[in-house]
């Protein structure tokens, strides 16, 4: 079953209203938030070579990278496995990422095929290739495939912006944030959206490319 899929920015202000009327922490959050961003992107090969450019680095400088990659043509497989290592260094990629681009070029995933599986199975096959974790494949769930009930506990931000709001001693571990989420089923990734809109409130910065 692939639950609930979230297409349009009315689907999210649905879970919203859900996630408002549950908890009035979360209600706090979004009166400081105002609308949440819709976030959908396309999914293929693109999106989620794009997930692993933003690992372990900035929003800012993930969206340069990115943007320099897009400029030269290394969006694709075969041009990642057609570039040589110099090329993909010159536009930002260190010599892990680009270890973990060719295997993603490598791996022939069925795109198409994921947008009809369970979310746990998504995490699963995507979570086979070299580079992408459990935050990455999840991350991909929520946003190229639109799962409504998706939650990545693993993200620093979403646990700071979880310290803060509910006043916690301390920053939330994955185990722990993953509990407090399933209250917020089967609207996890709307609450995603808001921890995330909360932590550039709260922060003055952006959490998630």
Known sequence: ???????????????????????????????LTGPLPLRRKPDGFAQLLSAIVSQQVSTASAAAIWGRMKAAGLTGPRKIMWASDDDLRAVGLSRQKIRYARALAEARIDFKGLRDKPDAEIVATLTEVPGIGVWTAEIYAMFSLGRADVFAPGDLALQEAARVLYDLPERPKDRELRAMAEAWSPWRSVAARLLWAYYRVDKQREGIR
């Open 1 to 31: 079953m692939t639950g609930r899929i979230i297409e349009t920015s009315a689907d999210v202000e649905e879970g919203a209203d859900w996630l408002e009327t549950l908890c009035p922490r979360l209600a706090h959050a979004r009166q």
